[in-house]
């Protein structure tokens, strides 16, 4: 749309990850990794960068940036984009930190008119709580990615892979009961982690205490084309997010579902609304009465005997992903730009 694009953040070991990019990024040095410091730390310096850049439009992505963008895009009169990648509110866990947030969000929220967010429920949520339109625009991948050809075998020929991936394997996300599931499988089955999150070490260690280093694999976070070309050489795709502990999981809709779909392979997961329409919608996959290792282990062996239905989930995993791509998706970002108040 002839916007030139700079991204901002702050510096981690995931360089990576920068190489290809079609556009500029900025990573400030952070002394602090988590916490109320790196918070402080990171808008401090966002806000003397931003100042003295000229920008026509600030885009704040989550609650955790949206204080600094506000002042600054009122300050320079800049249009402001809020990108609200999730229910932010409801994924802290510090009653302290959540109270702080809602503060602001409750502040600032009223007052913004470009809003965007990644699915109908927390659209829904936004819209009554603070009278502002919201545009939904998913997460989702190109569909030319769904069927490209595997290029070389990177797993097991004669094992059924089972794959957790993404940069978010932290708690209340399942991944310690796909662990403990892997006790009750027989060998044919293994389990791969991809990426990375606040309790890999502690999954890494529960791996090796139950003696399932062989049939339990991890891999550092990868660049999304090597990422998919795991994941389309797997067996069923798992989203284990528990939907009672929290509201964020409860209406989550992550990236990993839309990957296992484009990478034709069908999904086992738990009940957040936004999945579970999809997937009753399409017939992709199966979903979880519980959380139940033993439970969860019977499930998939009785997916891997009945061959025909998972070959129509996986057939159905085609018409799912021409709905829900990003050649679609980048329709409405184009008139969400034309339309910025």
């Known amino acids: 749309m002839g916007y030139e694009v700079l991204l901002i953040g702050r510096k981690s070991k995931r360089t990576f990850l920068l190489k290809e990019l079609p556009f500029r990024t900025i990573r400030f040095y952070n002394p602090f990794r988590k916490g109320p410091f790196m918070y402080l730390v990171f808008n401090a310096q966002l806000f003397f960068y931003l100042l003295f850049k000229k920008a026509d439009i ?33 994924s802290v866990i510090k009653k302290t930190s959540k109270k702080v947030w809602e503060f602001l969000e409750r502040r600032l929220f009223p007052h913004l008119k470009n809003v965007i967010t990644v699915n109908n429920s927390i659209k829904e949520i936004y819209e009554r709580k603070y009278k502002v339109p919201v545009t939904i625009i998913r997460n989702v991948p190109y569909q030319l990615v769904q069927r490209s050809s595997v290029t070389k075998p990177l797993l097991p020929a004669n094992k059924k892979i089972l794959i957790m991936q993404g940069n978010g394997l932290n708690e209340n996300r399942g991944a310690e009961e796909a662990v403990l599931m892997m006790q009750y499988l027989p060998d044919k089955f293994m389990l791969y982690f991809i990426g990375g999150g606040t309790i890999l070490n502690d999954l890494k260690q529960m791996a090796n205490e139950l003696k399932l280093n062989h049939k339990i694999i991890f891999i550092d976070l990868l660049p999304y084309a090597e990422m998919m070309e795991y994941t389309r050489q797997c067996f069923l795709g798992l989203i284990f997010e ?28 738990s009940k957040p609304v936004e999945i579970k329409a999809i997937m009753e919608k399409y017939h992709i996959g199966a979903l979880i009465e519980s959380f139940d290792p033993a439970a969860m282990a019977k499930t998939i062996v009785d997916i891997s005997i009945n061959k025909e239905i998972y ?21 409405v970002l184009i008139r969400f730009m034309n339309n910025l108040a």
């Open 242 to 269: 528990k939907i009672d502990a929290m509201d964020e999981h409860k209406f989550s809709l992550p990236n990993k579902f839309f990957d296992y779909i484009h990478a034709g392979i069908p999904v086992l997961s």
């Open 58 to 90: 600030l885009w704040s992505n989550d609650l955790d940036t949206l204080l600094t963008n506000f002042i600054v895009a009122r300050l320079k009169n800049a249009r402001l984009v809020y990108d609200s990648h999730e229910y932010f509110t409801e």
């Open 311 to 331: 070959n129509q989930w996986k057939q159905n995993t085609v018409a799912a992903a021409r709905e829900y791509n990003w050649e679609n998706e980048e329709k």
